[in-house]
């Protein structure tokens, strides 16, 4: 079969990991460069890093739930993504760990046979980044709205303000 990229990446996300595949042209079989990530930022950074390393400039990933964006959102900027439908990519039967599925999705994309999926606008790369924290920014809001029920029904205050959300985060 035709092989369309020389260099290019699968890889393959989940909730507290990544499983990376390079893939690099030979004569007749693929040279394969395996490797495994964290989800921080910091080793999102660290794959980009990698894959820059050994000059790869297409990636393919499979689009299940929202695991993806944060990968997207860090790797778009420098190399040309694929966004793989779960069902184009069809497992098969017997690749059930990450780092053969991340091998599938190289070899597929190797020859040109995965379909990018439409990405539409992206939301702010921050909400997306893991390790920030989202349940005490939660936290924060919930108090402020009941904070600013509570004045507001009372009539002492129209809305809280700067000083208002300042005295809500020291009480947290």
């Known amino acids: 079969m035709e092989v369309l990229y020389e260099r290019c990446c699968g890889i393959d996300v989940h909730r507290s990991s990544i499983a990376a595949c390079i893939l690099l042209e030979q004569k007749h079989k693929p040279q ?3 490797r495994r990530f964290s989800c921080t930022t910091r080793d999102l950074q660290e794959l980009a890093e990698w894959l820059r390393s050994f000059d790869v400039r297409h990636v393919a990933m499979e689009s299940t739930g929202v695991y993806w964006k944060p990968v997207w959102n860090m790797l778009e900027e420098h ?3 694929v966004l793989a439908n779960a069902q ?3 497992a098969v039967p017997g ?3 990450g780092m053969m599925d991340c091998q599938w999705i190289g070899e597929l994309l190797r ?4 379909r990018g999926s439409y990405v ?3 939301e702010p790369l921050g909400r997306f ?3 920030a924290r989202p349940d005490a920014i939660l936290a924060v809001a919930l108090c402020e709205s009941r904070t600013a029920k509570t004045y507001i029904g009372s009539g002492t205050i129209r809305s809280i303000g700067g000083a208002g959300r ?3 985060s020291i009480a947290i």
């Open 32 to 34: 394969k460069h395996l």
């Open 79 to 81: 190399f040309h993504m």
């Open 88 to 90: 184009h990519i069809k």
């Open 95 to 97: 690749r059930k760990t």
């Open 111 to 114: 020859h040109g046979l995965l």
């Open 120 to 122: 539409g606008m992206q």
């Open 129 to 131: 980044l893991y390790g």
């Open 166 to 168: 300042n005295t809500v």
